[in-house]
């Protein structure tokens, strides 16, 4: 199983990068992958959309 460890929203030359890591436990909840790291570039519409939501729900907090 794949657990999430962290995750980033990176604005770069190529467009918005989502950027992630994650730690990988077998059936007995052993770590066999430690800190792997993924990113891909969001193209979808989906995607944009959920980065777009997850943007003004931080504006609107640091904005109280």
Known sequence: ?????????????????VSYTYDEVDDLGNITKSNVKESY???????????????TLIETRMNM
């Open 1 to 17: 199983m794949k657990i999430m460890t962290g995750f980033a929203i990176i604005n770069d030359r190529n467009g918005e990068r």
């Open 41 to 55: 570039l969001a193209l979808d519409q989906e995607t944009k959309d959920a980065i777009t939501s997850l943007k």
